[in-house]
């Protein structure tokens, strides 16, 4: 079984795409206006364009290209779902993310979707869950046999054994999603 099968002591299966239709939609609303095919478009704070972004990054080593994505992302304003679109839960394209903020599971996507047009080819999830009691996403990056979180909350790109008090609940690509389940030892399981 693959490290993001496993993560955080989890064990994950294969479900529908469409269990998620805010992440199919927030997809097809990015094919039509995607970010990065915008001429000039701003992408952070401090006028940087993503033309400019691309270029100072794509010579980088891979960890450091990861390291700027997510503090290129992290520059944004948290917004609440509700306050930003007038709606409970809206998944943002990387574009309206880049005008208007937004949540958790925002930075997340605008993050693999940045890494992808990049040409990052590490496996990567958008991973929703429960981190501290409350609902969070954040991106998972397996490099070589390592997972790496991406979180808004931190400019630190975070080995996953020292990302702590998290419990995933589904994770994404653009093609597949999964429902994590709790892997329970022999240890745990109690005999009557």
Known sequence: MAIMDRMFGT????IPLDFY???TEMLERHRKHNLFKKDGAIVALGGLTWE???DETKDKPLMKKIEAVNNLWNRRPWKDDTRNWGMKDKWATPLEFCYKGGDCEDYAIAKMLTLKELGVDC???LVIGIKDGVGHAVLAVKIENM???LDNNSNVVIPYYFYKNFEPKNSLTESQAWAHLKHLSSKDLVHH
Do not use: T
């Not at 064990?11 to 294969?14: Q, R």
């Open 123 to 125: 496996p990567m999830r």
């Open 147 to 149: 997972l790496y979180i």
């Open 52 to 54: 400019k972004f691309r």
């Open 11 to 14: 064990v994950a299966f294969g």
């Open 21 to 23: 239709p805010q992440w």
